[in-house]
């Protein structure tokens, strides 16, 4: 993998001499330290960590309608390498994304992109490319793109399994509907993840000068484990905008399993960036399995846009229940407080900061606060 990289580096590098802006080569270099006490448990000593993510990009349009673009990857926690002096073996060191986009295929309206790729649909509750974790998420598959004056669609196929069994390859097919509406954001969209689908609608726009929402509903329905599926899930979001100070209110459901039924009614957020939505201590980052698929009630408040010598400041507080109660009648996972900073330094450098504390409810194992604190420095190459 390092004799692969370093050869396609020195290529890359003599094409661009030649080549003027065909080719391009970017990178992000960014490191965290967290400060980690979430169990609950005053009298347990807290963790930290430092994780680190390098990216190199390799972009290549030789064309209009051709562009090929290639993102290597080493995402590691610092010090887990067994020896610092024979330790070289690259285990991190990944493909992130490698895909060509081809548009306007034969004279027509269609694009199609292939390979191994980032996909963000909507604002991410059902797919979405998780960038605050270290690895991030891809996918290796295609999409093609069909457009019209009303409507592009993208229909996406994605292999996530693997198998010498055909019959025991998992794929996610779809449909989304992009409507074009003049300062306002409309889709409807279709998702098979193997025998599950989810269906439903997602529009963002403004209702009034200054006041705008977000609004998603979906519903699940096919079988997954053996159980038929049922599962709902909406959100409602609502912003003020003063001149760039934004407040935000909303509320989100995401439905648990009645086990009074005979249909599995928790709903599975499938793909989904959850670190953006449900408090960034990230205690739901898996629905419904940190839920105990109880499911997840989650009223929201939200400031960001406050300028504080100079410092960007952005506050969220979190009031999370469950949608059914557990053995013992308790229905309340607890709230969570979230502040992030950040620091511009200069056009290439940013430093951003966060402090989280969850205060536990009876459904969270264990009675004191959890904290959580981090620090992360990204530099743009």
């Not at 898996?286 to 400031?303: Q, R, S, W």
């Amino acid at each position: 993998m390092n004799r692969a990289l370093a050869i396609i580096i020195v290529c890359c590098m003599g094409f661009s001499l030649f080549a003027g802006e065909t080719v391009k080569l970017s990178g992000q270099f960014r490191h965290r330290y967290e400060y980690s006490a979430m169990d609950f448990n005053s009298d347990t000593d807290a963790d930290t960590y430092q994780y680190l993510r390098t990216r190199l990009n390799i972009a290549f349009n030789p064309s209009e309608d051709l562009e090929a673009f290639f993102q290597y990857q080493d995402a590691r926690k610092m010090g887990e390498e067994s020896n610092t002096l024979t330790d070289a073996s690259a285990d991190n060191l990944d493909l992130h994304q490698g895909f060509v986009k081809m548009k306007n295929l034969f004279g027509k309206p269609l694009d199609v992109k292939l390979g191994r790729f980032e996909a963000v649909y909507g604002p991410q509750r059902l797919i979405g490319a998780v960038g605050w974790h270290n690895f991030g998420r891809s996918f290796d598959g295609m999409i093609f793109t069909y457009h019209t004056a009303m409507m592009d669609v993208d229909f996406i196929n994605f292999k996530t399994v693997e198998n010498s069994d055909d019959d025991l390859d998992v794929w996610v097919r779809g449909v989304y509907g992009n409507l074009k509406l003049e300062n306002y954001k409309t889709q409807a969209f279709y998702l098979l993840d193997d025998e599950r689908g989810t269906f439903g609608l997602y529009a963002k726009g403004q209702i009034i000068p200054g006041l705008s929402h977000e609004t998603e509903f979906a519903m699940q329905n096919g079988e997954a484990g053996g159980e038929d599926l049922n599962g709902l899930f909406y959100a409602f979001n609502f912003t003020y905008d003063l001149n760039g100070l934004k407040l935000s209110a909303g509320y989100d459901h995401v439905s648990g399993n009645d086990e009074d039924t005979e249909d599995n009614e928790a709903f599975n957020t499938l793909f989904a960036t959850n670190h953006k939505y449900y408090g960034s201590m990230d205690y739901f980052l898996n629905i419904p399995v940190h839920t105990a698929e109880l499911g997840l009630n989650d009223i929201h408040v939200k400031l960001s846009g406050l300028s504080v010598a100079g410092i960007g400041v952005n506050a969220a507080y979190h009031i999370f229940t469950s949608e059914f109660d557990n053995s013992n009648g308790d229905s309340d996972f607890g709230s969570e407080i979230d502040l992030t900073f950040v620091k511009k330094y200069n056009e290439n450098v940013k430093f951003v900061g966060g402090f989280s504390m969850f205060m536990p409810g009876d459904l969270m194992s264990g009675d004191d606060n959890a904290t959580w604190a981090y620090l992360m420095t990204i530099v743009n190459l």
